[in-house]
């Protein structure tokens, strides 16, 4: 069996705690507003995140764009190209400084994966929950929306294109198209799920997985922010397609809900941590990736790499 690898948590929530500031819905740039202001502090979160045990850093382009680098840090063009470049570039020297950190503890493989969000995560409407604007546009509106980005990005040469909180198939697969115009990048694809077999647009997880598989470029599918019980109905529906160069990752939110009414996350009172889940996750098998998103905190994923150490160590060879 293949090791499994944990992934970071929730970068904007963390920068938010770490700043003492409640940005998280109000900011059209959400994290990657850090990177005009104080790249540093950036840097810092990913570091925050790879001590606790992260074998990657998801960068913080999720919510960026040039239009809205220039629209909202009045910026020229140029400027935002670089800032987006940016989110590569600290989310690597987060990794040395790290590694120089830990010396001879250091893992021996860390992992750099540029964030593409929906387009419905640049609009600030919380329409990456919903998906309705894929109704309205054809796949190549997507793909001209989505080139640029990944052009910048794929630049700096990251490990992984992490094409993530999907809430349609039509956009995952008009990325994926884009993808064979760079045939050097590898990528995952993480959709974005209300309920135990539909993304939010409504469409078929299982669907969605088997269309998304086909591309050879596409390392891993599964899903993110989203709650933590929909994962493991979710895999089990398409477990049986998964190989061991086609696996699962799953990083969804704490206990996190969407109120559709005032389309906010607010926190569910649970017993139950994310870390309780990531046992059931191990054993269905398949899971190559495991990790938090919204609200989810070093202190989480140090508990989540505990288990899943521990599952390596009694599983692969
Ligand atoms: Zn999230």
Redesign the pocket.
């Known amino acids: 069996m293949s090791v499994v690898k944990v992934l970071d948590g929730?970068l904007?929530?963390d920068l938010e705690k770490a700043q003492s500031i409640d940005f998280l819905a109000d900011d059209p740039l959400f994290s990657a507003r850090f990177l005009h202001t104080d790249p540093s502090a950036v840097k810092d979160a990913h570091k925050r995140f790879l001590l606790a045990g992260s074998d990657a850093v998801i960068t913080s382009s999720y919510q960026a764009s040039i239009d809205g680098f220039m629209k909202n840090c009045n910026v020229s063009r140029e400027d935002a190209i670089q800032l987006l470049q940016l989110s590569v570039d600290v989310a690597k020297d987060s990794i040395k400084e790290v590694k120089s950190q830990l010396g001879d503890e250091a893992k021996e493989k860390y992992y750099v994966a540029a964030s593409i969000g929906p387009y419905g995560a640049c609009q600030h409407d919380m329409s990456e929950y919903t998906g309705h604007y894929v109704d309205n546009m054809s796949e190549d509106d997507l793909k001209n929306w989505h080139r640029e980005r990944l052009s910048i990005l794929l630049g700096r040469d990251p490990d992984f294109i992490a094409i993530e909180?999907m809430p349609a198939q039509k956009e995952a697969q008009a990325i994926i198209e884009l993808l064979r115009e760079f045939p050097q990048a590898k990528a995952w694809v993480t959709f974005?799920c209300k309920d135990e077999e539909h993304t939010y647009h409504g469409d078929k997880f299982k669907e969605a997985f088997e269309k998304i598989s086909k591309c050879p470029q596409v390392k891993s599918i599964g899903i993110?922010?989203?709650h933590p019980k929909v994962v493991e109905p979710i895999m089990k529906s398409i477990r049986h397609l998964l190989q061991p160069d086609k696996t699962f990752i799953a990083?969804?939110?704490a206990n996190?809900v969407l109120d559709e009414a005032t389309r906010r996350?607010f926190t569910e009172p649970s017993s139950q941590s994310l870390t309780d889940y990531v046992s059931n996750w191990l054993s269905i098998g398949g899971i190559e990736w495991i990790g938090?998103?919204?609200?989810?905190t070093p202190d989480d994923i140090t508990n989540i790499s505990k288990v899943v150490n521990d599952w390596n160590s009694r599983n692969v060879e």
Not at 292 to 296: D, H, I, K, N
């Open positions: 929730g904007g929530t909180t974005t993110n922010c989203c990083y969804p939110n996190l996350m938090g998103c919204c609200l989810v």
